[in-house]
Nanobody, 126 residues
């Protein structure tokens, strides 16, 4: 049974940093796209970041516009993806979800993803 488990959320002050990790299990996700989405209260879930497999152990990383220049995404190994979040703002407050997909072409779209974690909450205080 495939499973994605996020960790690293919590309460942080504005301007601070948090690192989220997502561990996948149940199969080898080496060629899967692994992404991060977030959902703030009363808002729709939105794309944050993704890594897509290119070849060998090389992955490309992509970031959503609201987090460019502040967040970085990395593929630590075949089944682990991390999200380093710096210069956090109160508007970054959300539940952050990890997701995985066999399709790399539509990494920004929620419907592209087959597997989802339960989410980890990040609260940024002003």
């Amino acid at each position: 049974q495939e499973q994605l488990v996020e960790s690293g959320g919590g309460l942080v002050q504005a301007g601070g940093s948090v690192r989220l990790s997502c561990a996948a299990s149940g199969r080898t996700f080496s060629r899967y796209t692994m992404g991060w989405f977030r959902q703030a209260p009363r808002k729709e879930r939105e794309f944050v970041a993704a890594t897509t497999w290119e070849s060998g152990s090389f992955y490309s990383g992509y970031l959503g516009d609201p987090v460019k220049g502040r967040f970085t995404v990395s593929r630590d190994d075949a089944n682990t993806v991390s999200l380093q979040m710096n210069s956090l703002k109160p508007e970054d407050t959300a539940v952050y979800y990890c997701a995985a997909s066999e399709d790399s072409s539509r990494y920004r779209f929620i419907t592209n993803y087959n597997y989802w974690g339960q989410g980890t909450k990040v609260t940024v205080s002003s």
